[in-house]
C-alpha cells in the first residue's frame, strides 16, 4: 500500500506523477556498505529524499559489510559522505539529526552465516522499534561474483518472503554488470531466481532514473505532435551519442573485463534505443513498457558474420589532451595490461527490423576521453518532399533535427531552416529551444533518489527485465566474440577526440556525418 504525504508541495519535475507518493517504511539493506557507490550515490540519495519529505517516517537504513564500524562511527562517515555529494547541500543538521536515527550498521563477511543470523535479529528489532513491518530490500551493491551466496544465506536464514504468499515484502536490488556475456547473465539471472521472483528483483540501470530518459516517454506518447513522424516515412536516421570526457580512472582492472561495449552499450545506450523505438505501451506500467522495449531489443539486425568491420569500429584512446589537461594513453593507465586490446570506444550502425524502422540507420557511438561528457539523441529527419528552395543558389536547405539533450545541459530542441529577413530569399538554421533548468528553474533529482525510491514503491517500469538483458546480451555477443578473435585490435585515437577515423567513415559512408553534440 501507498500513501500520499498531504505536507509535501507538489513537484512539477515529477511528470505524471499528481501526487507524490510516500512509501510505507522498510528495512533497506545496503551489502556492500564500506563501498564507493554507497558513499558516493546511495546514502546521499537517500538522504535528499528525506530532505524532500519523501522517505517515509521510519525509514530504516542498514548498512552491511566487512569493515569493523560501530552505528555511529557508519553515521560519521556517511554524514561526510553527504557532505560532499548529496544534490541537496549544505546538509541540513535538523534534517540529518532524524535521518541519522535510522542509519544502522551490522558487520560481517558474506559468506558467514552467523553474520546473516546477526542481521536478521536486528532487523526484527527495528520492526518493533521502527515500525518497519517486516518489509525489507537488499540492496546488492557487490561484484557479482557474490550474488550466488548472499541468495542463498538470505534463503537459508528465510530472510525472503515469497510474494505469492500473503506477508510483507522482500525486494531486491542488483547493480550492473549484469553478466559479461549472454550465459553468465543467464547464470546470474537462475541464481536471482532461485532466491527471488522475478517482480521482486531490481535491476539498476541508473540512465532509467535520469529525468530526461523518462521525460522520453512524456515527449513522445504525451504529445500529440511527434508520434505521427516517428517513423520510417518521416525520419531519415537516428543518432545517439554517450560521450565521457574521463578515462578509465581507477577502473582499470573492471574496464579490462568490459570495455566500452559491454560498460556503456549494452545496457545504458540499448536502454536509450528502446526508448526512442518502442511501440506505445498499452498502459504505463512495468510490464506493459518492458514488453514494448524488450520487441525493440528483439528486432536489432543482427551484425553480418565475418562482415561486422562494415557495421561496428571499435577504438582505444593515446596519449593526448581533453579539456586542455593532458591525459594518458588506456594502456598507461592503472591494472591496465600494456598491450590491451580493450576498446574504449565503439561505434555502430543499427537497424531495427520492424516496420516502423524498416532501413533507418540508428548510429551509435559512446567513448571515454572524447572532447566533452555529453549525452544526446538527434533524430534527423527526411527532407522536404519537393526542394522549392533548392534552386536558388543562395539556399542551402539543412535537415530537420529534433535533438534531446540527456546531460548536462538537459533539454529539447528542434533545428529547422527560417527565412533570412531581408528582400531575398536566403536561408539559415535556426533552432527553438527547452531547457530543464530554465523551464524548471532547479536541478532535477538524482538518478539513484528516483530509483531507490521507485524500489520503495514497488514499481518496477524504471528497472531492466530479465528478458531485456538477456536479449541485449544475445544480439551483442556475436560481436564480442569476433572482436575478441580479430587480433587486429581496436583503432587508437587520441585522447580527446571523437574516436579513431574509422567512426567517422562509418557514417560518411553513407553520405551523412555524426551531429556534434
Ligand atoms: C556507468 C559506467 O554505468 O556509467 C561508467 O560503468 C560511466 O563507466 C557511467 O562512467 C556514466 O554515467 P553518467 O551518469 O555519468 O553518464
Not at 561528457?373 to 527526411?382: E, G, N, P
Not at 567513415?505 to 553534440?517: F, M, N, T, V, Y
Request: aromatic share 10%.
Amino acid at each position: 500500500m501507498t500513501t500520499t504525504a498531504p505536507d509535501v508541495e507538489p513537484n512539477p519535475l515529477r511528470e505524471g506523477l499528481e501526487q507524490e507518493r510516500v512509501p510505507d517504511a522498510s528495512c533497506l539493506v545496503i551489502f556492500g556498505a564500506s563501498g564507493d557507490l554507497t558513499q558516493r550515490k546511495l546514502i546521499p540519495g537517500l538522504y535528499s529524499l528525506a530532505h524532500d519529505g519523501l522517505l517515509p517516517a521510519g525509514q530504516t537504513i542498514v548498512g552491511f559489510s566487512r569493515s569493523d564500524y560501530t552505528d555511529d562511527e557508519f553515521r560519521k562517515l556517511m554524514r561526510e559522505a553527504c557532505d560532499k555529494h548529496a544534490r541537496t547541500r549544505p546538509v541540513d543538521d535538523a534534517i540529518w539529526e532524524n535521518f541519522a536515527k535510522g542509519l544502522f550498521y551490522v558487520r560481517g563477511n558474506f559468506d558467514e552465516h552467523q553474520a546473516y543470523v546477526e542481521l536478521k535479529k536486528r532487523l526484527g528489532e527495528f520492526d518493533k522499534t521502527r515500525g518497519t513491518g517486516g518489509r525489507r530490500i537488499y540492496y546488492l551493491a557487490v561484484p557479482p561474483d557474490y550474488f550466488p551466496l548472499i541468495c542463498e544465506l538470505l534463503g537459508k536464514e528465510q530472510m525472503v518472503n515469497d510474494p505469492e504468499k500473503d506477508g510483507p515484502y522482500t525486494r531486491a536490488i542488483i547493480e550492473k554488470p549484469f553478466g559479461h556475456d549472454l550465459e553468465s547473465a543467464r547464470e546470474l539471472n537462475r541464481v536471482a531466481v532461485s532466491t527471488f521472483r522475478e517482480r521482486q528483483l531490481f535491476r539498476i540501470d541508473h540512465y532509467l532514473g535520469k529525468e530526461t530518459v523518462q521525460n522520453l516517454l512524456v515527449l513522445r506518447f504525451a504529445n500529440g505532435i511527434f508520434e505521427p513522424f516517428w517513423n520510417r516515412q518521416y525520419i531519415d536516421h537516428v543518432q545517439l551519442t554517450v560521450a565521457e570526457s574521463i578515462g578509465v580512472e581507477k577502473r582499470g582492472a573492471y574496464f579490462e573485463s568490459a570495455g566500452i561495449t559491454r560498460d556503456i552499450i549494452q545496457n545504458h545506450m540499448l536502454q536509450l534505443v528502446s526508448l526512442v523505438a518502442m511501440e506505445p505501451p498499452v498502459a504505463f506500467e512495468a510490464d506493459a513498457v518492458r514488453d514494448e522495449k524488450v520487441k525493440v531489443l528483439r528486432a536489432l539486425r543482427e551484425f553480418p558474420k565475418g562482415k561486422e568491420a562494415e557495421l561496428a569500429v571499435r577504438g582505444q584512446y593515446t596519449d593526448g589532451s581533453v579539456l586542455g589537461e593532458e591525459a594518458i594513453a588506456y594502456r598507461r593507465e592503472e591494472n591496465v595490461d600494456p598491450k590491451s586490446n580493450v576498446e574504449t570506444f565503439a561505434a555502430m550502425k543499427v537497424f531495427i527490423d520492424n516496420w516502423r524502422w524498416a532501413d533507418v540507420p540508428f548510429y551509435l557511438r559512446a567513448g571515454k576521453r572524447l572532447p566533452k561528457r555529453v549525452t544526446d539523441i538527434s533524430i534527423h529527419f527526411r527532407p522536404a518532399p519537393y526542394p522549392l528552395f533548392n534552386k536558388m543558389s543562395n539556399v542551402k536547405m539543412q535537415s530537420n533535427i529534433l535533438s534531446i539533450r540527456i546531460q548536462p545541459d538537459e533539454g529539447i530542441s528542434l533545428k529547422f531552416d527560417s527565412k533570412i529577413p531581408g528582400p531575398t530569399v536566403r536561408t539559415a538554421p535556426v533552432t527553438m529551444e527547452f531547457r530543464y533548468a530554465t523551464s524548471f528553474g532547479a536541478e532535477p533529482p538524482e538518478a539513484y533518489e528516483r530509483l531507490l525510491l521507485e524500489t520503495m514503491l514497488g514499481d518496477s517500469t524504471l528497472f531492466a527485465r530479465r528478458d531485456e538483458v538477456e536479449t541485449a546480451w544475445d544480439w551483442l555477443d556475436p560481436l564480442l566474440v569476433a572482436w575478441a578473435k580479430d587480433a587486429r585490435g581496436p583503432e587508437l585515437y587520441p585522447a580527446g577526440n571523437w574516436g579513431p577515423p574509422s567512426a567517422d567513415a562509418l557514417i560518411e559512408r553513407d553520405g551523412r556525418s555524426w551531429r556534434r553534440p
